[in-house]
């Protein structure tokens, strides 16, 4: 079978010769039901009948992969798609380094592999539910199009976790596949697994920060795992990556669409202070600030996925050869790192200082820098907006020890500029870093759907193009 195209006569779309397996291809079929109850009770609410103009995976081939079509979602073809395989793979760093790629599971490292996929697996139907109430403040059709787009392709990568799970981890595996869908973001007794998975996505501004920040964790942590020695996850996550790049697009874009509607309507109005915040919010726009405040919400809170700055589970897995460095491919070192440093930022008799630690325990941190450099190109973008428009203002990215809930700086308090605060003080001045509940209640207020063919919202300003290069009055979604 050529890999490049997908078997599309099943009930799951896949170019993994799923029909000549058969004992996969029930454990999906089984799962399947399940799914579809979990998309249904958690997938995006009021819009399950509506046709959705979606792009659909149809092939591995980088030139044309993709279809779109108008979709109800609940039919959507979640299919498994792994990256064509390289002939003569190797494990490329740790200990196995220069041996062939593994194709089947590693014994030895079995329980720690599973643990990725079910951490990875776990983080794509949580995104689903925390965005399941958007649809209905959508500011456009576009917007909502955008919006069903990421839903559903969370929901393969899903399956793309779940078809690893049933095919290589057995009994236990298949457990933990069942558990993917009993788990719930934000339930008090069967939250998610990882902290900002949990938190809500109550507005829109919300979704494209998350978008852009947190969707872009799961770049760098698929680019990660991409490296894998097991070469079945590496393939994998080789396609996810193709899908990831339009989250991320929706993400900058749409931050950038509010800045510069927010910057235009200022301009307009002759208001050149950005912190007249009444005033610029007379206008029904989200002020600068404000933007600012959610980017730090979000950035903060995604750092937080990165893991300790200093952890054993991160060498283990490198040293093992199942995840890897950004990039390990394009780097030039002897991917063993048993003898390196790497700088470390850390806590140090209540001084944040960098210090170097074994480069083996610091791959958490490492890619957590690789992710600031990566995050600070869009914000730059966003920055150039707001100049050429001549508001005096920047956003800047808070320091990495600022609001942290997970390693070295979760114990202490620092302002954006990494300043260690007292508890009182950050009590205090809390609401200048982050949406107060005023901050949260304007920005609901204008959350009011727009649902006119062609039309925006006043508070974000129009794409510069269109969706598979479809006209400005192109329905994206039939509302039914
Ligand atoms: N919340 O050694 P440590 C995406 C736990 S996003 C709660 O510091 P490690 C997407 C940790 O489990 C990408 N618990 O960390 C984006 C461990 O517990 P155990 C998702 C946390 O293991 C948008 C203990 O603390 N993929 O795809 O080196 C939309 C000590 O851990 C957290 C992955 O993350 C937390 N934030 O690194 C849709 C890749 N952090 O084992 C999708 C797979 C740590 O001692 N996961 N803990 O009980 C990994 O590579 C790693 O597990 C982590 C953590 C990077 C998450």
């Not at 609410?45 to 980088?62: H, I, K, N, W």
């Not at 901050?439 to 269109?466: C, H, S, T, Y």
């Amino acid at each position: 079978m050529n890999i490049a195209q997908v078997d599309y006569d099943g009930l799951i779309p896949n170019n993994v010769a799923l029909g000549q397996d058969v004992r996969v291809k029930r454990a999906l079929e089984k799962w399947h039901p399940g799914y579809i109850n979990w998309w249904h009770d958690m997938g995006p609410e009021g819009f399950q009948e509506s046709l959705v103009y979606l792009r659909t995976a149809v092939s591995v081939d980088p030139k044309g992969w993709a279809k779109f079509d108008y979709v109800r979602m609940p039919e959507y073809r979640w299919g498994v798609l792994l990256a064509p395989q390289v002939e003569g793979r190797k494990v490329a760093f740790g200990a196995h380094k220069g041996e062939d790629a593994w194709q089947e599971v590693p014994g030895e490292y079995r329980a720690m592999l599973r643990r990725l996929v079910v951490i990875q697996g776990d983080t794509e139907p949580a995104s689903v539910e925390q965005q399941r109430h958007l649809g209905k403040t959508a500011p456009s059709l576009y917007d909502m199009r955008n919006l069903f787009q990421v839903n559903v392709e969370e929901g393969r990568h899903l399956w793309a976790m779940v078809y690893l799970l049933q095919k290589y981890f057995g009994t236990d595996g298949r457990e933990e596949a069942e558990a993917l869908l009993q788990r719930r973001s934000g339930d008090p007794d069967t939250p998610r697994m990882l902290g900002a998975f949990n938190e809500k996505t109550p507005d829109w501004l919300s979704f494209f920060m998350f978008t852009y920040f947190t969707d872009r964790d799961g770049k760098m942590q698929l680019e990660a795992l991409a490296q894998s020695g097991f070469d079945p996850l590496s393939r994998t996550c080789r396609f996810m990556l193709t899908e990831e790049a339009h989250h991320m697009f929706v993400g900058e874009t749409g931050v950038t669409r509010i800045i510069q509607r927010t910057c235009e309507a200022m301009k307009q109005a002759g208001i050149d202070d950005p912190y007249d915040i009444e005033k610029v919010r007379k206008l029904g726009v989200i002020d600068l600030p404000t933007i600012q405040k959610k980017a730090n919400l979000h950035f903060s809170l995604t750092l937080d996925l990165f893991g300790s700055e200093i952890s054993t589970n991160a060498a283990n897995a490198f040293h093992a050869g199942l995840k890897g460095r950004y990039r390990e491919d394009r780097l030039k070192d002897d991917h063993q790192l048993e003898t390196g440093a790497y700088p470390v930022l850390r806590l140090i008799n209540g001084q944040i200082k960098n210090e170097d630690a074994p480069a083996l325990s610091a791959l958490n941190m490492r890619l957590r820098d690789d992710y600031v450099v990566d995050c600070n190109v869009g914000v730059g973008r966003w920055n150039k907006v707001i100049e050429q428009i001549g508001i005096p203002f920047q956003i800047k990215l808070p320091h990495v020890a600022f609001h942290r809930h997970i390693g070295e700086f979760s114990d202490i308090h620092a302002d954006v500029s990494g300043n260690v605060l007292s508890e009182a003080e950050w009590n205090k001045r809390r609401g200048d870093f982050l949406p107060s509940g005023d901050d949260r209640a304007f920005i609901e207020g204008l959350m009011q759907p727009n649902f006119e063919i062609g039309k925006f919202a006043g508070w974000i300003a129009p794409p510069r193009v269109g969706i598979d290069n479809k006209p400005g009055d192109f329905e994206y979604v039939k509302i039914a």
